[in-house]
């Protein structure tokens, strides 16, 4: 089993539209949780950090439940720009020991 | 600010053959990350350095692959000898410091191709 799973996809979804991305860890170790986009042939970029009391950030919403080990990102009023691959990553207490999920594709469409 | 600069961009060499990739991280970033993303995969960490020392190697298949990180700074990746598995792109990160709320700053990567 991966240590920080997420769903592929890709989510196709139209202009406006709400779609949220599920990520599960299995490491207990696992500290910290941040979620990273990344552009079709260009290197990951954070996008938020994640926290037990929920992070928002303009139309980004990230939640952790540590109780069931999953993630969660929310983006509402979605955009064309907003068309990339999101990855989900879990570090270790004391900042080691990085895991990247494999992504989630998510296209918008007009 | 400069960001994370790697050489060379791009790279194809035949099996058995070595190559080596360079990277110089944000300045005053104590922490440098080396990570293998094979197409359709998410990054994957190699090694990790905290100023000249590695911090975490668990996941570099040793017998082929060295890093190091002379005076804390720069760093350099080898493979050799070069394997069909091995191509993919190495991106090269940098943090302020070992933590787990420091943000990762990634280079442009190098896309190496083994045929």
């Known amino acids: 089993r991966k240590e920080v799973e997420q769903d592929p996809g890709p989510f196709n979804v139209p202009e406006g539209a709400t779609v949220a991305f599920n990520c599960t860890y299995s490491n207990s170790a696992s500290q910290s949780f941040f979620w990273y986009r990344q552009d079709c042939r260009k290197e990951p970029k954070l996008l938020m950090s994640?926290?037990?009391s929920g992070n928002e950030d303009g139309r980004f919403t990230a939640q952790l439940n540590r109780a069931s080990q999953y993630i969660s990102l929310l983006i509402r009023d979605s955009k064309l720009s907003d068309s990339a691959t999101y990855l989900c990553?879990?570090?270790?207490?004391?900042?080691?020991?990085?895991?990247f999920g494999a992504g989630t594709r998510l296209f918008v469409k007009a | 600010e400069a960001g994370v600069a790697q050489s060379p961009r791009y790279k194809i060499i035949e099996k058995r053959q070595s190559v080596a990739f360079w990277c110089n991280p944000i300045?005053?970033?104590?922490?440098l990350y080396w990570y293998q993303q094979i197409l359709g995969q998410g990054p994957k960490l190699l090694i990790q350095f905290q100023n000249n020392g590695v911090v975490d190697d668990s996941q570099l298949p040793k017998d082929r692959f060295s890093a190091e990180r002379l005076k804390g700074v720069d760093s350099t990746l080898k493979i050799q000898p070069a394997k069909l598995e091995d191509s993919a792109v190495y991106l090269c990160?940098?943090?302020?410091?070992?933590?787990?709320?420091?943000?990762?700053?990634f280079g442009p990567g190098t896309r190496l191709t083994v045929l």
């Open positions: 990553v879990a570090v270790n207490t004391g900042g080691f020991k990085t895991i």
């Open positions: 300045s005053g970033h104590a922490t």
């Open positions: 994640v926290y037990s």
């Open positions: 990160a940098s943090s302020y410091q070992t933590s787990s709320y420091n943000e990762q700053f």
